[in-house]
């Protein structure tokens, strides 16, 4: 797939995203790390979000914590660009160009553009994609993805065993394969369990075969979230993975108001990082964005730069389920041990959890 073509097919006016910032200021805050701070680096790692700013208690917020480790553990410096809406990324991410920033990190498949075109145009300087690939090879970008299909599935198959209507849900914010590829992998681990179990599991919001499905069309707004989750609510859906960013909270909103209705967290482990809601969060499907991140900049303060990519998978922990908490004592007996069979077969490989989205690990 071509995937900044699909990325102009569906537009920027579908995003309709805001968040706050986009003037490149230096930004400060918890470093969430427990080591004493490094001597100062000369070393300057900077950093755009994409919309939903720095608290989406998502993946802005994931990359922001491998960034403000970085500055502690290693003594680099740092700057940083919130952005608005995609109108400001092309901005922010020149204004790390001009600021003469070692490492320049996008954050999101929506950045592609704006970090591909600077890393071409800048090849003494590096750049980082979360979420995304560089379309032109230059040796001076990192991308930074995940196959959290991988995880996903295992997140299916855990709905699949716990739900009570028999129906279960995923919707996204925008249809972009960073997105997707969650939806698809969720769509298999239920189908496996249907499969192992002789059930009959139904999924609302995504045909993975027709890659179609419900979107709000935006990660900012949580009212959308609350609307497309009390829809399927209606329809008898009790367990619903949302994969959109801050609108997910919405979501998450909707179903602890309705009392019977759980959610699977993703990215960040919902538990902890929205733990208002914490009593309907049964996992969560993660990725580790912020290791990433910190790796990334530890490279190239090394001098170890090779630009080769990060892919997050099960097997290196990059991807993984989140602890189920609270809920660890209504999983059905023998759940917990067919999910770590399960990871340890897709690991091997006997299982493959396959995703248009997906990226290669060789």
Known sequence: MNYKKFAAAIGVAALALSACGGDGEDTEGSNGSTNPPAE????????????????????????????????NDLG?????????????????????????????????????????????????????????????ATGNERALVFNTQEAAYLAGYAAAAMTETGKVATFGGVPIPSVTIFMDGYVDGVAKYNEDNDASVEVIG?????????????????????????????????????????????????????????????????????????????????KDISN????????????????????GTLENDGVGLAPFHDFEDQMPEGLADELEQLKQDIIDGTIVVESEGAFATE
């Open 40 to 71: 100062s680096v000369d070393y300057l790692a900077c950093i755009v979000s994409d919309a939903g700013g720095w608290d989406d208690k998502s993946f802005n917020q994931s990359a922001k914590e491998g960034l403000d480790r970085a500055e």
């Open 76 to 136: 680099v410096q740092v700057k940083t660009a919130e952005s608005k809406d995609s109108s400001d990324f092309a901005d922010n991410v020149q204004a790390m160009v001009t600021a003469e920033c070692d490492l320049t990190i996008g954050v999101g498949f929506m950045l592609e553009e704006s970090v591909g075109g600077a890393a071409t145009e800048n090849e003494n300087l590096n750049f980082a994609l979360v979420d995304a690939t560089f379309e032109d």
């Open 292 to 311: 990433a991140v910190f790796d990334t900049i530890e490279t190239g303060v090394n001098d170890e730069w090779d630009g080769s990519n990060y892919v």
């Open 206 to 286: 995504w045909d993975k075969e027709n890659q179609s499905g419900q979107f709000t069309n935006d990660f900012d707004d949580q009212a959308k979230g609350t609307q497309v989750a009390q829809q399927l609510i209606q329809q008898g859906v009790d367990i619903i993975m949302p994969v959109a960013g801050p609108v997910g909270l919405g979501a998450a909103a909707a179903a602890q108001a309705d009392g019977s209705t759980y959610i699977i967290g993703v990215d960040s482990d919902w538990y902890e990082s929205a733990a208002e809601y914490k009593d309907i969060v049964i996992t969560s499907v993660q």
